[in-house]
């Protein structure tokens, strides 16, 4: 039983461009182009230590990589020593608070990690060995090239508007 007392806000355009780049990131096997979506969703705290947040969101990605299998079986099935593994920041006790601080949690996030939760959760109730990012894939991808072609069409019109005011 799914019980949704109608809790709902429109999405952030940076919001929706920093996923859209952290899929691009992680289906292309780029962390460059992940940190730089976390920035861009607003996960980035003005001050924070970058070089700290950077290994650590690295570390993570390269975790998340070597995942095989992503079904909500599998991680039913995970002890609780390799789910605190995959959790582990892989960061100094010490480093923990610094961190901490180098972080925001964007006020409209909140919806979207809720909808990605319940989905998943659907998913699981449904089919437990379903691999839903695999079956998400063919419905991220159009979204994908057309945000990007947006974004080349903007450049590409920002240039031309550029070289106008140059002549």
Known sequence: ???DFGAICEAREELIDGMVEILKGFFSQDDAAVLRGFRQMGFVA???????????????FAKLLKVQDRSAAALMRA????????ADPEVER???QELMRS???PEDWFYVERACVVMFWLAAQIDPTLDTIMVG??????LLMERQAKKN?????AEKATQAAAS
Not at 79 to 86: I, S
């Open 79 to 86: 002890t609780p020593e390799q789910l605190e593994k995959l």
């Open 103 to 105: 972080f925001e949690y």
């Open 94 to 96: 010490a480093e923990l």
């Open 1 to 3: 039983m799914i019980l």
């Open 137 to 142: 894939f063919p419905f991220v991808m159009p």
């Open 153 to 157: 069409e903007a450049t590409a019109e």
């Open 46 to 60: 003005p001050g924070g230590n970058d070089e700290l947040l950077e290994r650590t969101v690295k570390s993570y």
